[in-house]
């Protein structure tokens, strides 16, 4: 029974300790300016991370918003922000670029192909299912998906996360309790 234990207790530390630090620094990621994407260059930043798309009308502009916000706020700490596609097709860097322009902050916007884009959704457990509409014979679509802002220390571990509907003062007083 002891043995038991000791093997359940290994097991859980073993799967809390995720971390970026594998597959995930060597993924070739797109920023929105069309440069290539490094993600060790961000190790000693905090980072707020949103996975979603730029044809959204409501969850993702009011995550980035909230984001930049909090931005705004907290201005002098070692804070990034990123906005990672979950529709790579339509999310081009151009895309991006044009819409990340609509708020205050800098925030990264990244694209890529799908099959590296899904290293990461692994690892952050974003899921998404497409929702397709037909209005005047035209067939339009979007997402239903995972609606949190992740917040990530400099070692890339996930501090904590956070819906969709928080407001930037909340979220600002709550990452501001790690940043010092």
């Not at 192909?113 to 929702?131: A, G, M, Q, T």
């Not at 995972?146 to 400099?154: C, D, K, R, V």
Request: proline residues 6%; charged residues 20%; neutral net charge.
């Amino acid at each position: 029974m002891n043995l038991l234990r000791l093997f359940i207790l290994l097991l859980f530390l073993f799967s809390c300790s995720k971390k970026i630090d594998k597959e995930i620094y060597h993924i070739p990621l797109i920023k929105q300016d069309g440069s290539k994407f490094n993600w060790k260059d961000l190790n000693h930043f905090y980072k707020l991370i949103f996975f979603g798309y730029t044809y959204c009308p409501d969850i993702c502009p009011v995550a980035l918003r909230t984001m930049d916000q909090t931005k705004m706020i907290v201005a002098n700490k070692p804070l990034v922000l990123i906005f990672v596609t979950i529709d790579p097709q339509r999310d081009t860097p151009e895309q991006l670029t044009m819409y990340l322009s609509n708020f205050k902050s800098p925030i990264i916007g990244l694209t890529g192909n799908v099959e590296d884009l899904k290293i990461f959704y692994k690892y952050f457990n974003i899921s998404f299912s497409i929702e397709k509409n037909h209005h005047h014979d035209q067939e339009t679509y979007g997402y239903n998906h995972t609606p949190f802002i992740y917040f990530l220390s400099p070692e890339d571990e996930v501090i904590k996360t956070f819906p969709t509907g928080i407001s930037s003062n909340t979220l600002s007083k709550e990452i501001i309790k790690y940043i010092n």
